[in-house]
Structure formats: structure tokens, C-alpha cells
């Protein structure tokens, strides 16, 4: 059985201009110990389909659909309900570490609040769980580093902290919303492997737009586009054989294969193109591409894509 | 273009015992006119200082900058001002280098109020805006709209516009997509090249990323702590500097060959960087 299963999933916002739709009927499915990958560029509603997963969406969202989460739906869950499970059974590690971690309270509290919470550990154990933990993701003289607040520490220390506050109670699923970004190369690679190691038991979604840290990471990969997922397989038969025309355009636009961007810009979320949302930026747009909207059709074996070109 | 000889930067601290950083430490290079020179190196090792010191955006410690022939470590803030259209910076983080409270025409059009360009008329100006925003590959609309409702590229696209109201020489550009996703990075990158080769612009691109100088340079200078290690063609840094190139991990998806290279794979770079963390 899937430990996640999202189905249909629409998560919109409504606004002065009209309704966003920034998920739209996503399905996607995670199974136990498994690192799944969601890319596609910013603004795509990666970081929306995150954020919906756990329900920390803004109050104003409208959500659709089911979450099912070892068979419980989290949309129907109550507030209450959902806050014991977030943390313990669900965590996140939130993008942006500078600004996600509070600038006034030491590295070790933040990490002992949700031990606190949800294992009710008094403070001092608290501490030293969370010393325990700094450890564990390798950072060194955690006896010093648990007492010192978030600008002593470096932007990879910072997204060790984050990665450490989200382990705190060994939850089974981690929602990883760009863990890379901003870090030099070899920050990156570091990060990866101590990402690689947590999970080893685990399972994780892994909210990206690095294709090379999805290879390395990831089983399975989600390809997104303007709210919908446009390509779905193991990780090289996506991106080594890629099948839509935006994950080939998205692959070729990196430095190493020629820095080729795809022309024109991503499309409003508010209003989005009819037929396939792809078209007015593919290069193998045909007619009834403008018309029609494609399903997503299994074209190799476990290997799914939203194109006419393979339907 | 720009000739550097034995530029020095140190930051100081300590009020009786000095302690010096030296960030740039006798550096000495040239540009030629319409050259992309790429500096690269890891994070800490002096980049951004030079690149901002080539604007004199910092203080030299000591060392000169001839910008077309004229030192200009030696103007006065008058003259200096006269000389600053000629030379532009493009800044790592787009968001926080435009002015939040400004909307957009108002930012590229802040060079043409300042009268950098003669005296124009206000309609001439808002058809300057229009040609600018249009070259960069922007929408009319975006003219009224402020920075927080453009995303990172397109702030970038403004940043570009403003620079090229001003029509500079010389650019410095720093990381200008270290923020920026992989298909935006590469719009932007290309649209910088265009722009480049339009009006024939000299250009220092600042990265770390050897796969993105490889792409923008006709020659690149290696910097290591403070200094520049070698400064070649590109593709014989490429040959010669290895290190740095497994230094930032061979992307799988690469369509190099590295063959004959002894790529330092991912666990190999963890458990090395591990044992120097000791």
C-alpha cells in the first residue's frame, strides 16, 4: 500500500483577478521508503502542493480532493488532529532556511520545541535529545552550537538546523522543499548525503528544480507544469529518456547541456492556456494541442506522460 | 578595457590588535574591449570584493584600475560620478537590489530623470521605457507594477532594462541568476549574451558555477584566497584545472565527455570533506 496517495487534488486561491489555480487535479502516489521528486520551474505550484500535503496552506485556500495518508484522508482531519500528526508523522523542511528559522530563539529550543510538544519531554531532556540530533547531522561541538541563535550559523549549518528540527521526532514521511538551494557545490553535495542517510527509512518528496540533486536523491520523479503533473517515472527513465517536450526543454536549458532556454514565458495560473497548458511554448504543438487537453497516459512501464505525442 | 595592477583589499578588525582578511591580495589582470572575462572560484575566496572593486564600489588597500586608460583609484567623487554610466553592476540577489517603493518605469526611468542621458521630455522617456522593457522581454503592463509583484527572473529583466538606459561599457555581472531557477537562469543568461554582442559590451562574469562560465566567457581567471591562480582560454582552463571541475560535481546529465577524468563522486567528496570538518 502507497503511504501517501494524493488523488485529485486542487488546491485554488482566490484573489482580486480571479481564481489561481495553483494545483489542479494532481495525482501522485508515494509507497514506503521511497524519494520521490516533484520538479518544474518557480511558480509552477510545487511548493503549494507541499504546503497542501501537511495543510499548511493559507486560510483563504480552496482544496479538493483526497490526501490519503496510510489510508486517513488529511482533508477531512481537524485542525487539532492534523497538529498532532504534523511534526511527529509529517514534517517539513521548509525552503529558505535564513528566513523559515527564528532569528531570536537558540537553535537548540527550536529543535526541543517539537519534542516537547509531541513527546512531552521536560526541558533539560529536550536539550539533550536536541544535542543528539545537531549530531546527527553532523554538525560538530553540538554542545556549543545548541546554545547559539541562527546568524552564528552558516547557510549549510542553517539547512542542517532545518533538517534537524524536522527529524526531531522521527517522523515517517519529510516533506523537503528545495534543501539546496543557494549552497555551493560542495555544501550541496554534503546535504544531499546526509538527506540520503535520514532517509534511508523514510520516505521523502523532494520539492526541486536541480535536476542533478534529483538524480542523485530521488526514485521516482514528478515532472510539474502550471499546476498539473505533465511527466511521471523512475528517475533516469524521466530524466535520461525524457518524453514531454518541457522536461526535454527544462533538461537542455542546464549549463552542462548547452544553457537552451525554452522560449516564452510560464503561463498565469489564473488563466491558463486551453487544450495542453504547453502549447503555446512547444515546438511540437499540433492543432488539436490547442483544443484538446491531453491525458496522462502510460506510454513505458511505469513511466507516464500528459502529451498527444504519445497518447 | 581594464587593466588591473596588483590590486589589494584588506578588511580590518580589531581596534588595538589588527586582524587583516585578505580578501583581494595583489591581483592583476586586463579586460579587452568587448571581452567576457569569467572569474571563478569557491565562496569566500575574494570574488565579489574584486568585482566591486573594480567599480570602486569598495576601497582599494592599494594597487590600480585603468578604465580606458584612466586610473581610476585616483578620482576624486566628482569625477568619479562622471565615469560610473560608463560601468554597471548586475547584483546577485534581483529582488533586494531595486528599490521596493519604486514601480518599475519609474526604476528604468531614473537614469534619464537624472539627466545621465541629456535632457529628454517626458514623452521621449516613457518611449524609451517602452523600447527597454521591450528588449528585455517584458510586458508593457509591468511599467506600473512594483518589484514584489515580479517574480526573480523577471526582476532581473528590470535590472537589465535600467542597466541599458544607461548604456554602459563595461558590466560586472555577479552570480546574476544565483537565485533563479534552471530555465529562467537560462533566459536570462541568454538574453545577457544578446544584449552582449548587441551593443558590444565588456563583460566580468562572477560565478561558481564552471559549467555556466564555460558558456559566457572567452577566458576565464581562476581565483583562490584572495588571488588570481591562472587566467587562460577557456577551454585550456579546462584542461589544467581539474580540480576545480570535480570540485563542483560533473552533473550525470552533462553532454561533455569527462572521460579521462577522476570525478570525485558523491560519497567520496562527503567523507573528504568530513575528514577536514576534523
Given at each position: 500500500m502507497n503511504l501517501l496517495d494524493v488523488q485529485n487534488l486542487n488546491t485554488y486561491f482566490p484573489t482580486q483577478d480571479g481564481l489561481v489555480k495553483a494545483v489542479d487535479l494532481v495525482n501522485l502516489q508515494i509507497a514506503d521508503s521511497e524519494n520521490v521528486g516533484l520538479i518544474g520551474e518557480t511558480g509552477c505550484g510545487k511548493t503549494v502542493l507541499g504546503m497542501s500535503i501537511i495543510r499548511l496552506q493559507d486560510s483563504s485556500a480552496q482544496m479538493n480532493g483526497r490526501i490519503l495518508y496510510k489510508g486517513r484522508d488529511l482533508l477531512n482531519l481537524t485542525d487539532e488532529e492534523m497538529r498532532?500528526?504534523?511534526?511527529?508523522?509529517?514534517?517539513m523542511i521548509l525552503q529558505n532556511p535564513t528566513t523559515s528559522l527564528n532569528p531570536v530563539l537558540k537553535v537548540g529550543d527550536q529543535i526541543a520545541e517539537a519534542l516537547r510538544l509531541h513527546q512531552g519531554l521536560d526541558k533539560g531532556a529536550a536539550k539533550?535529545?536536541?544535542?543528539?540530533?545537531?549530531?546527527?547531522?553532523?554538525?560538530?561541538?553540538?554542545?556549543?552550537?545548541?546554545?547559539?541563535?541562527?546568524?552564528?550559523?552558516?547557510?549549510?549549518?542553517?539547512?542542517?538546523?532545518?533538517?534537524?528540527?524536522?527529524?526531531?521526532?522521527?517522523?515517517?514521511?519529510?516533506?523537503a522543499d528545495e534543501p539546496t538551494k543557494g549552497l555551493d557545490a560542495k555544501t550541496k553535495m554534503q546535504i544531499v548525503q546526509l538527506l540520503k542517510e535520514v532517509t534511508k527509512h523514510k520516505s521523502m518528496m523532494m520539492i526541486t528544480h536541480d535536476l542533478n540533486v534529483a538524480t542523485l536523491i530521488c526514485d521516482r520523479v514528478f515532472v510539474m507544469y502550471a499546476g498539473e503533473i505533465l511527466e511521471e517515472g523512475m528517475v533516469w527513465d524521466v530524466l535520461g529518456?525524457?518524453?514531454?517536450?518541457?522536461?526535454?526543454?527544462?533538461?537542455?536549458?542546464?549549463?552542462?547541456?548547452?544553457?537552451?532556454?525554452?522560449?516564452?514565458?510560464?503561463?498565469?495560473?489564473?488563466?491558463?492556456?486551453?487544450?495542453?497548458?504547453?502549447?503555446p511554448r512547444c515546438d511540437c504543438a499540433m492543432e488539436m494541442c490547442k483544443f484538446e487537453h491531453p491525458k496522462m497516459t502510460e506510454a513505458e512501464n511505469g513511466h507516464s506522460v500528459r502529451c498527444f505525442l504519445y497518447a | 578595457m581594464i587593466e588591473v595592477h596588483d590590486l589589494k583589499k584588506h578588511f580590518s578588525s580589531g581596534l588595538f590588535k589588527k586582524n587583516y582578511v585578505k580578501s583581494v591580495d595583489g591581483v592583476s589582470f586586463h579586460i579587452e574591449k568587448g571581452e567576457t572575462l569569467g572569474l571563478v572560484g569557491v565562496s569566500g575566496c575574494g570574488k565579489t570584493t574584486l568585482g566591486r572593486l573594480l567599480l570602486r564600489l569598495v576601497e582599494p588597500t592599494s594597487g590600480h584600475i585603468?578604465?580606458?586608460?584612466?586610473?581610476?583609484?585616483?578620482?576624486?567623487?566628482?569625477?568619479?560620478?562622471?565615469?560610473?554610466?560608463?560601468?554597471?553592476?548586475?547584483?546577485?540577489?534581483?529582488?533586494?537590489?531595486?528599490?521596493?517603493?519604486?514601480?518599475?518605469?519609474?526604476?528604468?526611468?531614473e537614469p534619464f530623470r537624472l539627466g545621465l542621458k541629456g535632457k529628454l521630455?517626458?514623452?521621449?522617456?516613457?518611449?524609451?521605457?517602452?523600447?527597454?522593457?521591450?528588449?528585455?522581454?517584458?510586458?508593457p503592463e509591468h511599467i506600473n507594477r512594483y518589484p514584489h509583484q515580479l517574480s526573480g527572473g523577471q526582476n532581473q529583466r528590470v535590472v537589465l532594462?535600467?542597466?541599458?538606459?544607461?548604456?554602459?561599457?563595461?558590466?560586472?555581472?555577479?552570480?546574476?541568476?544565483?537565485?533563479?531557477?534552471?530555465?529562467v537562469q537560462a533566459q536570462i543568461l541568454s538574453l545577457i549574451q544578446d544584449l552582449k554582442n548587441e551593443f558590444n559590451l565588456t563583460l566580468l562574469f562572477i560565478s561558481h558555477d564552471m559549467e555556466l562560465v564555460r558558456h559566457m566567457s572567452d577566458?576565464?581567471?581562476?581565483?583562490?584566497?584572495?588571488?588570481?591562480?591562472?587566467?587562460?582560454?577557456?577551454?585550456?582552463?579546462?584542461?589544467?584545472?581539474?580540480?576545480l571541475i570535480s570540485d563542483s560535481v560533473i552533473s550525470?546529465?552533462?553532454?561533455?565527455?569527462y572521460d579521462n577524468l577522476n570525478i570525485a563522486t558523491v560519497s567520496e567528496l562527503g567523507t573528504e570533506v568530513k575528514a577536514s570538518n576534523r
Open positions: 498532532s500528526l504534523r511534526g511527529k508523522e509529517i514534517a539533550k535529545k536536541a544535542i543528539d540530533i545537531l549530531k546527527s547531522v553532523n554538525i560538530s561541538d553540538a554542545i556549543q552550537r545548541v546554545d547559539q541563535y541562527p546568524h552564528e550559523f552558516s547557510g549549510g549549518m542553517k539547512e542542517r538546523v532545518m533538517i534537524a528540527i524536522c527529524l526531531a521526532c522521527d517522523p515517517s514521511f519529510i516533506i529518456n525524457p518524453m514531454h517536450p518541457y522536461t526535454r526543454g527544462f533538461i537542455d536549458s542546464m549549463p552542462c547541456r548547452g544553457l537552451k532556454p525554452i522560449k516564452g514565458m510560464s503561463p498565469s495560473l489564473i488563466d491558463p492556456p486551453t487544450g495542453c497548458r504547453f502549447h | 585603468l578604465f580606458d586608460g584612466v586610473d581610476i583609484t585616483r578620482l576624486k567623487q566628482r569625477d568619479l560620478r562622471r565615469i560610473r554610466p560608463r560601468m554597471q553592476m548586475i547584483f546577485q540577489d534581483p529582488d533586494s537590489s531595486l528599490n521596493p517603493r519604486m514601480k518599475i518605469g519609474e526604476c528604468i526611468a521630455h517626458k514623452r521621449e522617456i516613457r518611449e524609451r521605457i517602452l523600447e527597454l522593457v521591450d528588449t528585455v522581454g517584458l510586458n532594462a535600467r542597466i541599458l538606459a544607461i548604456n554602459p561599457d563595461f558590466i560586472v555581472a555577479d552570480e546574476p541568476t544565483a537565485s533563479l531557477d534552471v530555465s577566458r576565464i581567471a581562476v581565483m583562490k584566497c584572495g588571488r588570481i591562480t591562472d587566467i587562460d582560454d577557456v577551454e585550456k582552463i579546462f584542461e589544467s584545472h581539474r580540480d550525470p546529465l552533462s553532454a561533455y565527455k
